[in-house]
Structures are given as C-alpha cells and as structure tokens.
C-alpha cells in the first residue's frame, strides 16, 4: 500500500532522505507539492494534497533535518 497525503512523517522522512541538498524553507507549496507527488511510493490523488497538509509536511521535513 503506498503513501497518502495522511502520512505526513513518512512523506517528510522521505523527502529529507532523498533530497538533502534542499532546504524545506525555500520550498513553495507548488514545489512541494510535486515533490511529494513524484516520490515513487506515493499513491493518493495529488489535488487531495491541501495548503493544510502541505504545511504540515513542510514542518515535518524540516524537523527531519535537524
């Protein structure tokens, strides 16, 4: 089973794993978006991915990184 917008730290662990050359404070919410829709393990509608979701993986990342 892949990953859903709900699972908020596996989608911020993945991203802090595989993408450590980018700093999560400088990523717009459309960027982000993308990233998360294009990991390979994730499986949910993109448009379900909303504001709220989204800032909710972008604190989480950046909590992975430190």
Request: hydrophobic share 45%; charged share 35%.
């Amino acid at each position: 089973m892949g990953l859903k917008w709900v699972d908020v730290l596996d989608i911020a662990i993945l991203l802090a794993e595989r993408h450590p050359e980018i700093d999560p404070l400088s990523v717009n919410f459309v960027r982000l978006r993308n990233l998360v829709t294009e990991l390979p393990e994730f499986d949910d509608v993109p448009d379900r991915g909303g504001e709220k979701v989204l800032e909710a993986i972008q604190a989480t990342w950046i909590d992975e990184r430190d």
